[in-house]
């Protein structure tokens, strides 16, 4: 068992492991974001080990949000993705993006701090475009679901992500170095004609030095897509079902190889 | 006692009417100081070449902590810096052309899963692209572990101003394992422990004597990685910061 610490987010609290080494979330255990519960690290920052610091602080940030009403938080996360270092699979592949998709924003108010407005849309699109072309020997985008029938024969399957859940923690006080963000994707591929072939949740986690708070969320944001992209590139065909389907696709094009030199 | 030490009791000693903040500082300033440690290992003979780079890379898949970013980019540089300054290969770009196998999730732990990370298909033709022979890994973080004292300050009519002692104490503690990719072993490892404590006296205005062990950890393993990366066993003494 690993030796785990309590953490909490607003209403519902969760357990993190501890352990120095590869962690939970790595081996696809969802993490989720954190407020600490006391201090869990000590102090950071000059100003912070007085008084004074945080009379000031708490003054100004007091004042400033009760004059605006509410502090608001606007990022737009944005970043060029690397092209995976992978072999791609003998498979030819349609993605759909549906607008929920491609248009994803999280929004969230945090009592007392400030409300935040996430548009993760653009950088869903990029990330997963990119990544599902290096992943097969042919990808391309689709529109709808079941395909229409030259759009059959020309591919083998599609692949319709989803962004189920998006989370993140921005640190309270100083003492919390990260911003951290988790998110967990919902990847399904589908035959041509719309039966669903395998359905994989995958999970990101990123983390990111606390500084301007907007451009650390971006940077923390990015890491987590980063491992999600990480995760599909490199483990995509070894979920079983995909597997599976990828041996009954190489079978298939086996036997019709072998029909075509008979005939 | 460190030179930013020694600059702020100048600033202070240099006004009028500061003889008491003088004295107070002059009793704290022992508290405003780094102390080291390092110890250094090298398993092989193996050094850098002309053409061959190094490369700096973060340990970033702990739970608890994170090499910061700032410390990797200090190190990275102030080894490309100078007159005999090496070969660095840029991080990021390295972590890009290598995606996704330098994730936090993905990236080898150990040197057996760096050969067998280079046994993938072009992953090997792309690290020999890049002309990166050594990897740093740089494993650690900077920790307040210590803090007390604590300052009033108040304000009225005729003015403000500010009475008391705060202090805290910072640990910098960070260890570098060196990969050697042309012979798939470790090269070696470096440990730093720098501990600073820093003060803020406040008479009327606080005054804060930062010691900065980050930053003495920067120089103290660089010059140290410098050294391991260039010569086959010896080691220079480590920096003098007392």
């Known amino acids: 068992m690993y030796p785990y610490r309590i953490y909490q987010k607003t209403a519902s609290v969760h357990a993190f492991p501890a352990s120095q080494s590869k962690d939970l979330y790595m081996l696809g255990v969802p993490r989720p974001s954190r407020l600490v519960f006391g201090r869990d690290k000590p102090y950071n920052g000059l100003m912070e080990s007085g008084i004074l610091f945080r009379l000031v602080r708490g003054a100004v940030v007091a004042s400033i949000c009760a004059t605006v009403s509410a502090c608001s938080t606007s990022l737009v996360v944005n970043a060029d993705f690397p092209v995976p270092l992978v072999d791609p699979l003998p498979v030819r592949v349609g993605f759909l993006f549906d607008e929920t998709f491609s248009t994803y924003a999280h929004e969230e108010k945090i009592p007392q701090q400030a409300s935040y407005s996430i548009q993760i849309g653009e950088a869903n699109v990029s990330l997963l475009s990119q990544l599902f072309t290096s992943m097969f020997v042919a990808a391309e985008p689709v529109v709808t679901l079941p395909l229409e029938s030259a759009e059959q024969g020309r591919l083998d399957a599609v692949i319709k992500p989803e962004l189920e859940r998006f989370e993140f923690d921005v640190p309270i006080q100083r003492t919390d170095q990260f911003v951290e963000v988790w998110m967990q994707y919902q990847l399904r591929l589908y035959e041509t004609d719309g039966q669903l072939i395998a359905e994989w949740p995958v999970t990101g986690y990123g983390k990111a030095e606390h500084g301007n708070r907007g451009a650390a969320l971006n940077r923390a944001a990015v890491v987590a897509m980063r491992e999600v992209g990480a995760e599909i590139s490199t483990e995509f065909s070894a979920q079983p079902a995909v597997e599976y389907w990828l041996e009954e696709k190489q079978n298939e094009s086996a036997l019709s190889s072998d029909a075509g030199r008979n005939n | ?242």
């Open chain 2, 1 to 242: 006692m460190n030179r930013h030490c020694l600059q702020t009791l100048a600033a202070i000693t240099s006004t009028r009417a500061q003889a008491l903040a003088a004295a107070l500082a002059v009793s704290i300033l022992a508290g405003c100081s780094v102390t080291s440690r390092m110890e250094p290992y090298k398993r092989t003979e193996a050094v850098i070449s002309e053409g061959e780079q190094v490369v700096v890379l973060a340990r970033k898949h702990h739970a608890t902590h994170e090499t910061e970013a700032a410390f990797v980019e200090c190190v990275a540089g102030a080894l490309a810096s100078g007159s005999n300054g090496l070969e660095v290969h840029d991080t990021v770009a390295f972590e890009d052309q290598l995606y996704p196998w330098f994730e936090p999730s993905r990236a080898p732990l150990s040197t057996d899963e760096l050969s067998e990370l280079l046994e993938k298909p072009d992953v090997f033709e792309r690290v020999q692209g890049s002309g990166v022979r050594f990897l740093v890994w740089l494993d650690g973080s900077t920790d307040r572990v210590a803090s007390g004292g604590g300052i009033t300050c108040a304000a009225g009519v005729g003015g403000a101003g500010c009475m008391g002692l705060a202090w805290w104490e910072d640990d910098a503690r960070y260890d570098a394992t060196v990969w050697d990719i042309q012979e798939l072993s470790s090269t070696g490892t470096i440990y730093a422990d720098f501990r600073g404590r820093s003060t803020l006296p406040a008479i009327v205005i606080p005054i804060p004597l930062i010691a900065r062990p980050r930053a003495a950890a920067c120089r103290g393993m660089t010059e140290q990685l410098r050294n391991f990366l260039t010569s086959p066993t010896s080691y220079i003494p480590g920096p003098d910061l007392q």
